[in-house]
């Protein structure tokens, strides 16, 4: 009781610490909403196979999360575990962004897919995971308040959407600022590229990791075994052997594939569904907004009702029943009744965003709990494997889908098939997946399953 009772952040560190995830969105928001527009638009290239190029960087990206998770897990510095990756990590992030919004024009189309191809991944699978692992893994190595954590959780993703809000409305705007075309996305690429950098490392230097041994939770009975000596295979075997662990990965992959095929399909929705590309800014906010009134209360309902899976579950479920609303209104046209259910059912989904970590934090604490092992590091990896798998497999669809619908990027108007397709891209299937995240909610107790080891252990 005592540990959950004490605090160790300061509002600032919390408000300095989410400010991290506007250095995140800053550069792989742009990539997710935005590079298959450039591809396609800009640069004239094929959307089905730029979907394939992403499906194999993927591979790339699901074998690099648990490789960076084992290395910070092993990392010992001056800076801690996590901090080093999350600093450096995010000079890659930078340099690669600006390389992927500059394809030399003056080359084949081969030269070109493989220039893409070889900074996509290099982003993802190198870069942004060191950064995106470390980034994640801190809010449990920096407190051991469950509270603070949903809180930490809270502020990363209210700058998240913020920042998103933003983009929705000023990158388009920020490419035809500075002469439209190739020229303009690599200009916007910079200022991206500059901001993340500048932000994450005072992101990454407002805090500090805790001493190891610090206020940990009580070790399973059994003689406790020194993460240190853990190797990667016992590691990976840990991961896999615990169902909470499997749980939160799907949900992540299944979470950010859902937000990857709305935010990679949302330029094209405005454009070619409902007649203007201006609308974005104001989907994207009526989207993303009421995900911060949602994390504002996601403290208070955790704090009082002791239970992030209820809340989370019970949140999505109300969501799906509004988003059938969504989807009738939608095939009507009518954007002031979108607008407004996609405001409401963000509301009830909203609180998932911000116990994400938390929930991720619960379950490290089951594997300690029931294995006397800290694997923090590779624990945390499922946020990175969801974010780019999920998220890089929705982007890659979202390309697939719009050549197989027919979509052809040059062309002055689209057929039918490609304007049903981009409907079902940005409504009906998000849907879908939200009642298959529904679903897996009802499985995660993993806090309650903590509880009941806690009590039985206070018992003896």
């Known amino acids: 009781m005592e540990q959950t009772e004490k605090k160790y952040l300061k509002w600032y560190n919390k408000l300095v610490y989410g400010a991290g995830d506007l250095a995140s969105n800053t550069s792989y928001g742009l990539v997710s909403s935005f590079v298959l527009l450039y591809l396609s638009d800009t640069m004239g290239l094929d959307t089905g196979i730029i979907g394939t190029l992403m499906l194999v960087s993927k591979i790339f990206d699901g074998i690099s999360d648990v490789i960076f998770g084992n290395l910070i897990d092993h990392t010992k510095s001056k800076l801690g575990k996590a901090r080093p990756w999350m600093l450096y990590g995010q000079i890659g992030v930078s340099l690669c962004l600006v390389l992927l919004f500059s394809i030399p024009q003056g080359i084949g189309q081969t030269a070109q897919y493989a220039f893409f191809f070889a900074f996509y991944t290099a982003l993802n699978a190198v870069f942004y995971t060191a950064n995106g692992i470390a980034y994640s893994a801190l809010s449990a190595l920096i407190t051991h308040n469950k509270n603070e954590r949903v ?124 007649g203007d590309g201006s609308l974005l800014g104001m989907f994207s906010m009526m989207k993303m907004f009421p995900v911060i009134i949602a994390l504002i209360f996601t403290p208070i309902l955790v704090n009082k009702l002791k239970s992030m899976q209820k809340i989370n579950f019970w949140g999505y479920l109300i969501s799906d029943i509004f988003g059938l609303v969504l989807i009738y209104f939608a095939s009507q046209r009518n954007v002031a009744m979108m607008l407004l259910f996609m405001f409401i059912k963000g509301i009830f989904a909203g609180t998932l965003t911000g116990t994400l970590n938390a929930l991720i934090a619960e379950i490290a604490g089951y594997t300690y709990r029931t294995k006397g092992v800290h694997i923090d590091g590779m624990m945390f990896s499922c946020s990175s494997l969801g974010v780019k798998v999920g998220g890089g497999l929705g982007t890659a669809a979202v390309g697939w889908l719009l050549k197989l619908g027919g979509y052809i990027g040059t062309a002055a108007t689209q057929t039918e098939g490609a304007i049903n397709m981009i409907f079902n891209l940005y409504i009906t299937f998000p849907v879908i997946l939200g009642v298959v995240i529904t679903v897996l909610l009802a499985f995660l107790n993993v806090e309650k399953e903590n509880q009941k080891i806690d009590s039985e252990r206070n018992r003896i």
Request: include cysteine.
């Open 151 to 274: 809180q930490l959780g809270s502020f990363r993703f209210m700058f998240a959407v913020v920042t998103n809000i933003v983009m929705g409305f000023s990158v388009t705007m920020g490419v035809e600022a500075f002469g439209g075309g190739a020229t303009g996305w690599r200009m916007v690429a910079i200022i991206c590229a500059v901001i993340g950098l500048i932000v994450n490392t005072i992101s990454c230097l407002s805090v500090k990791e805790l001493p190891e041994d610090a206020d940990t939770e009580k070790a399973a009975d059994t003689e406790k075994v020194q993460d240190d000596n853990i190797g990667f295979t016992e590691s990976v075997k840990l991961l896999l052997c615990n169902k909470y662990y499997i749980l939160i990965v799907s949900i992540y992959i299944v979470y950010y594939f859902m937000s990857n095929l709305t935010t990679g399909s949302g330029i094209y929705f405005m454009q070619n569904v409902l």
